[in-house]
């Protein structure tokens, strides 16, 4: 059996490819809808870049590296809250 290697950061490939895979099949549905009735054209400009801005956020936070200053040190259930 293959060991899986993950690619950026511990991270697989596969959750980006799912991401861009819906965000392709919307922007195909959106274009569909777009050429069948080219009157909502102006009103479907919007969800394009909705549509785009949301992969794009997504992917950033794919690819986003954590160094070992930005991950909690220690647990924080079991710190008093007090002190």
């Given amino acids: 059996m293959r060991k899986r ?8 490939p596969r959750h980006l490819a799912i991401i ?4 392709l099949v919307t922007l195909a549905l959106i274009h ?3 050429s069948r009735a080219p009157a909502f054209h102006e009103l479907l400009i919007p969800f394009y870049w909705v549509t785009l801005a949301v ?3 997504t992917t950033w936070r794919w690819q986003r590296s ?3 200053h930005e991950r909690r040190q ?3 259930r079991k ?4 002190d």
């Fill in 5 to 12: 290697t993950p690619s950026a950061y511990e991270r697989s």
């Fill in 20 to 23: 861009w895979a819906i965000a």
């Fill in 79 to 82: 710190t008093d809250r007090r």
């Fill in 66 to 68: 954590r160094t070992v």
């Fill in 32 to 34: 569909w809808f777009d």
């Fill in 55 to 57: 992969t794009l956020f």
């Fill in 74 to 76: 220690k647990e924080r």
